[in-house]
């Protein structure tokens, strides 16, 4: 293994038993510490950051992964935000949860512990960089990081801000660790450290994910790419629709959480579609039709079958027409990718329909696929938006970075 790997896995796990004894005070303590420091080094932040906007820019990077990319002061204070948001959340470590009594007397409950050593590979997201520190720090786990090449500059003055905290409180600062190297051998050396590292995160393109999931020899909860739906039904109020959508597609192209595929019934298209264009005009998004969508409105794309199952990033957005709530429901779980679909419905029961048969991590009735984040539900911030059905599924906050552990009282009980 590469010396260097090798040594940031010894740190980590001489940390784990450190960060394990961690109470929540104190880590309330640091997370406010770093959110502070972060916010009085926006200037340092902001100048490393403009560096790989540029070489973003000079490589020919896409706008919608420079909007992800780009830190402004608005993005530092939300990093920070999301630090003190995660410090006011109650600790899940320690809780006791299903104690019971077993007819020979002992007590078996169940009590909550760290995961261990916990290891994010992300793109272009430097955000998730503090995200990530929050999170594992206040549920007791150790964090090594593997950034993008993209976003090198960024992530090293945000870890570096984080270690100072904790330094100032005299925690090892390898409790959170940034692989430098941005190579693909040691991210393919990174895939292989399960004598060191417990979990592993992966977050960014289908690319990323894909090649984690396939290449891993440690555990890996399965981050989704965000191909998001939203069905507009018959009985839809279309200002409600128009507002909903013209929020889930522009507000961040660059985002899972985005829309990129709109389904639309038959009985309303011909008055929804030319609303909804006049709506999103202004943004210069391309719609890409199915025949009757281009019926409507012939100077609209060609869908192709590829269009359906496509996350954009981009002021780019598909449309279906069906003919039935059943036909929305069976398109959107063979196109999807069990992220965020929305029905926008005056029909009680079809929106019912919806929230049961629609196999998503998130589900929604009249609201926008957008909401589907940590801080908005209330973690603070999260790790992930997982798409997998184990462990842990749609944004994960504390509970999601934590395991349990048997605890069983005895008074002398001897098995037979």
Known sequence: MNQQLELIGQQAKAAEAFMRSLKTQKKNDVLLFAADGLVKSTRMIIEENQLDVEAGRKKGMHEGLIDRLMLTPERIEAMADGLRSVAALED??????????????????????????????YEARPNV???????????????????????????????????????????PPFAIQLIEDTSREVTQEFMR??????????????????????????????????????????????????????????????????????????NIIGDFLPYLK?????????????DMARQVLPMITPASEEDWGCEYLDYILSVKTVSSLEEAIDHINRYHTGHSDAIITRDYEHAQRFLDEVDAAAVYVNASTRFTDGYEFGFGAEIGISTQKLHARGPMGLQALTSTKYIIYGNGQIRK
Do not use: W
Request: glycine residues 12%.
């Open 278 to 290: 006049f709506r999103l005009d202004p943004k210069n998004v391309e719609l890409r039709g199915d």
């Open 92 to 121: 899940p470590i320690g809780e006791v949860t299903g104690m019971k009594q077993r007819p020979n007397g002992l007590l078996i409950g169940q009590k909550r512990v760290p995961l261990g050593v916990i290891g994010m590979i």
């Open 193 to 266: 450290m399960n004598r060191y590292v417990d979990v592993l995160i992966p977050r960014g393109g289908a690319g990323l994910i894909r090649t984690v999931v396939n290449n891993s020899t440690i555990p890996v909860i399965e981050t989704g790419t965000g191909n998001c739906h939203i069905y507009v039904d018959e009985s839809a109020d279309f200002e409600m629709a128009a507002n909903i959508i013209f929020n889930a597609k522009t507000q961040r192209i660059g985002v899972c959480n985005a829309c990129e595929s709109l389904v639309v019934h038959e």
């Open 129 to 171: 960089t503090a995200d990530a520190f929050g999170l594992c720090f206040k549920t007791g786990n150790v964090v090594i990081l593997k950034g993008g090449s993209d976003a090198v500059h960024s992530n090293k003055a945000i870890v570096t801000c984080l270690q100072m905290a904790l330094e100032h409180f005299g925690i």
